[in-house]
């Protein structure tokens, strides 16, 4: 036996075990969260909005979906929620001064250490999406989610305006946070019905 050029086969090359689940990237999601509008998948510019869900978009990506809201539209389920543009918050963003754009890797051929184009003002983190950041409701302000709880108050640290816990929506959260954020948007929708019907 042997020497007619045959092989042998290995337990592994017969026996198939079950397929390995593709794991996603996370930098690859956190990239696509949190530089890419949720809406058209292109890369964010000012002005930038976020939805009650705090989903981030580009302003024109959103009012070009509400002036055409048909549904074979790509990603258009991402936005179902946005009922007009009281629905959306311009968010007051600072702008990171190690941010050079995209000038510095033209051919692609390096590496991108993903520099955040803006920080947070108080702490100064950036927003790349390893750290919670989240936005106050009434101004658009965007602050650190460490920030605003290394500084308790209830005063707006970039523009002085006032607000409440309610008024805070965390940024790209996950599905438990997003569901919550939902709740309260639901609430937040039935109570404004209510009042218009008693005036």
């Known amino acids: 036996m042997g020497c007619d050029g045959g092989t042998i086969p290995k337990r592994h090359e017969l026996v198939k075990g079950p397929k390995k ?79 050079t754009g995209r000038k510095g890797n033209t051919k692609g051929d390096t590496y991108d250490d993903q520099c955040a184009q803006f920080i947070c003002p108080v702490v100064g983190l950036e927003m790349n999406g390893k750290h919670r950041f989240c936005v106050l409701r009434k101004c658009g302000c965007v602050f650190s989610e460490r920030a605003l709880k290394e500084i308790k108050t209830d005063v707006c640290h970039k523009c002085g305006a006032s607000f409440q816990e309610t008024d805070l929506i965390l940024l790209n959260g996950d599905k438990e946070e997003v569901e919550e954020l939902r709740k309260k948007m639901e609430e937040r929708r039935l109570k404004a019905k209510s009042e218009k019907k008693k005036k």
Request: proline content about 5%.
């Open 21 to 99: 689940v593709e794991k996603v990237d996370k930098n690859a999601e956190l990239v696509a969260r949190w530089f890419y509008c949720t809406l058209s998948q292109e890369r964010l510019t000012k002005p930038i909005v976020a939805c009650e869900l705090g989903r981030l978009y580009n302003k024109d990506a959103v009012i070009e979906f509400l002036l055409d809201k048909s549904p074979d539209k790509p990603h258009a389920d991402s936005a179902a929620h946005i009922k007009g543009i009281k629905s959306i918050i311009e968010l007051n963003l600072s702008d990171n001064p190690a941010w």
